[in-house]
């Protein structure tokens, strides 16, 4: 611990995992807290978050649960109220809830797509609807979004995502409207664009998806949910107060590297 986010208090929504392992979620709410953050974790399981808490507090740390379902407008502006009811301010969002679902644009449900779309877009907007002003009453703050490469790239390969990517490639628009309408508040907006990293969310793909997604990495090497983590913790923190309106990949280079023919 280096206080990195000392005196700040962050909310991380989505912070417990869904099954046993790290989550992008988890692993951000451990680590904005071992920074020095205040953190709540925002869950619609109240026994994973209050899990998650006691091993926080167990390490030093401090945390507290909100559990609702934040894509409900009430439990988001309570979710912000509570925020500063317990710590006294409000610094950080992480906004990290996300589902998926199979299907391209013949074959998946109108149910399915509302759900998807609800979930990773209209829950961030309104989890930054409701925490904004209680930024600006704080003199600035940080909101990070998390995305996805199948926001940013089209996967050939896969079984269809076209809700999932719809959504994911929102928050990148999202984040860049965030960002410009707040520039002159102290106010950043910047997104991670998640890459194929090895979490609970993933984990039932089986074992050799999970080498192929490591092998279709670049650097061949598998991503944690630690290396996200270690992001959200960069952009949480005055390390990158002049940062904003950022897509930040972390994907052993995904996006960016392409196979040359010899």
Not at 54 to 68: H, K, L, M
Not at 75 to 95: C, P, S, T, W
Request: charged share 20%; with cysteine.
């Amino acid at each position: 611990m280096v206080d990195r986010l000392k005196g700040k208090v962050a909310v991380v929504t989505g912070a417990a995992p869904r099954g046993e392992g790290v989550g992008n979620g988890m692993a951000t709410a451990i680590l904005f807290a071992r920074e020095g953050a205040k953190v709540v974790l925002v869950n619609r399981s109240a026994e994973r978050a209050e899990k998650l808490a006691s091993q926080i507090r167990d390490e030093g740390g401090e945390a507290a649960v909100f559990a609702a379902d934040v894509a409900r407008p009430d439990a988001a502006e309570a979710m912000a109220d509570f925020a500063v009811k317990q710590y006294g301010r409000l610094d950080i969002l992480h906004n990290n809830v996300g589902i998926g679902a199979p299907g391209t644009p013949e074959t998946v449900s109108l149910e399915d797509w509302h759900k998807v779309i609800e979930a990773n877009l209209t829950t961030t907007m309104l989890c930054t609807k409701y925490c904004l002003p209680r930024m600006k009453q704080g003199g600035g703050g940080s909101i990070i979004m998390v995305s996805s490469i199948a926001g940013a790239l089209g996967l050939i390969g896969s079984a269809g995502a076209v809700a999932y990517s719809t959504a994911k490639a929102g928050l990148h628009g999202f984040t860049m409207s965030v960002a410009a309408d707040y520039a002159t508040q102290n106010i950043r907006a910047n997104c991670i664009v998640v890459g194929s990293v090895h979490t609970p969310m993933v984990a039932h793909l089986g074992t050799e998806a999970r080498e192929r997604r490591r092998k279709m990495v670049p650097m061949q090497v598998e991503g944690t949910a630690w290396d996200i983590a270690h992001g959200a913790v960069y952009l949480a923190s005055d390390e990158s107060r002049w940062v904003t309106g950022l897509m930040l990949p972390i994907d052993g280079g995904l996006t960016a590297l392409r196979a040359w023919p010899r």
